[in-house]
């Protein structure tokens, strides 16, 4: 019997409380099932934990995530908690978390399911078969840099100042991360900055040339303007293997990448620390779609990038390859079988539940692994 893999369920707000629903029902069916033992604890984030708690995630609650294996995170925010002082929003939660984790790399992969290739809003030949990975710097840039904030500077004046700054060793690392998952792909990295008009642009560019050239100059390296990528991404996606860009960009080159798919509902991410003298690497698995207010609590939520980060998570923090690609592939027969919530579905398809989609993951479960 493995031993015991500590998680941490953290669901959040709106539609998160619904799809993680489902990934606690598919780890009761793996615990009974395929002899493994999870030891889970669950806590608040985000509004829901602002409104029980105090603040947007707990230092209860962030000691935990610092303790266990890995994090599994739903979504955070909503209308609800708009004007609350920033430090404390949901938001606020899951960027502590991200930080205090150091938690710097963070994996968006973009995969096309055949079944799906019609949901999305591009022609048929530009996304099927599409698989790419957008790798987004997590814990520096413009979302922690200093200076921040709003000053006045005058009668009636005031001045907003965010910071984008990086260092070279925050480039180093995320880069390394870069080329090390290229070379399990295709061995290609378009590495994305704006060096045309920004200073950390250049700097970013040059640090990525010289880790390329001292290192890893077996895999091929391209640069591209974070514009012309946005506009690639919809005109030729396949062209792309690994996207190395910085936090900024990696937003929102990722919805941009998620709407490829058919839906930002099938999005998964894993967002990865370095592995530390006990051999640990911290790990939180979230999915790249938000909260969605306007139909939380009315079971219309998609759970499958939800249970596609929980696959991740059985990769990336417990090795279990094959358990991880059992999912996989309950999700594809769950879709070639014309199954859909309302995001993926076309036209006259009937949509299914939150609900009946986990229900019919762990039927194809069952179904594959005959039991
Ligand atoms: C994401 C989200 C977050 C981000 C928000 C919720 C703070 O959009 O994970 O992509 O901007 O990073
Ligand atoms: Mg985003």
Not at 245 to 260: E, R, Y
Not at 329 to 355: F, W
Request: aromatic share 6%.
């Amino acid at each position: 019997m493995p031993s015991n893999k500590k998680i941490l369920i953290l669901p959040g707000d709106g539609i998160g409380v619904e799809v993680m629903n489902e990934v606690l029902n598919i780890i009761d069916w793996m615990v009974k099932n395929k002899s493994v033992s999870f030891e889970v604890t669950e806590r608040l984030v985000g509004g829901t934990a602002y409104d029980k708690e105090g603040d947007s995630i707990s230092d209860t609650t962030m000691e935990e995530a610092l303790k266990v294996d890995a994090v599994l995170f739903g979504a955070v925010g909503g209308p609800k908690w708009d004007n609350i002082e920033r430090s404390k929003r949901p938001e606020a939660g899951l960027l502590r978390l991200r930080k205090d984790l150091d938690l710097f790399a963070n994996l968006r992969p973009a995969v096309v399911f055949d079944a799906l290739a019609e949901s999305s809003s591009l022609k048929l030949d530009i996304v099927k078969g599409l698989d790419i990975l957008i790798l987004r710097e997590l814990t520096s840039g413009v979302y922690f840099g200093k200076p921040r904030g709003i000053e006045k500077i005058g009668n009636n004046e005031e001045k907003a100042i965010d910071t984008q700054s990086y260092t070279t060793s925050e480039v180093v690392r995320i880069s390394r991360v870069a080329f090390d998952l290229a070379k399990k792909r295709s061995n290609n990295v378009t590495s994305v900055e704006k060096s045309n008009v920004m200073e950390t642009g250049i700097f970013w560019r040059n640090v990525v040339k010289e880790l390329h050239l001292k290192e890893y100059n077996d895999v091929k390296l391209d640069h591209m303007l974070a514009d012309n990528c946005a506009m690639q991404l919809v005109r030729n996606p396949k062209q792309f293997d690994v996207i190395l860009t910085d936090n900024l960009f990696g937003d929102l080159l990722s919805d941009i990448a998620a709407m490829l798919t058919g839906s930002l509902g099938m999005l998964p991410s894993a967002s990865l620390g370095n592995i530390d003298e006990n051999g640990k690497r911290a790990a939180m698995y979230e999915p790249v779609h938000g909260s969605a207010p306007d139909i939380a609590g009315q079971g219309k939520a998609n759970p499958l990038a939800m249970i596609m980060s929980f696959a991740m998570m059985l990769k990336y923090s417990f090795d279990m390859n094959e358990d991880s690609e059992l999912i996989e592939k309950a999700i594809q027969n769950v879709l070639s079988k014309g199954l859909r919530t309302p995001d993926i579905k076309q036209g006259s398809e009937t949509a299914i539940s939150t609900k009946d989609m986990g229900k019919a993951v762990i039927d194809e479960l069952k179904h594959l692994s005959g039991k």
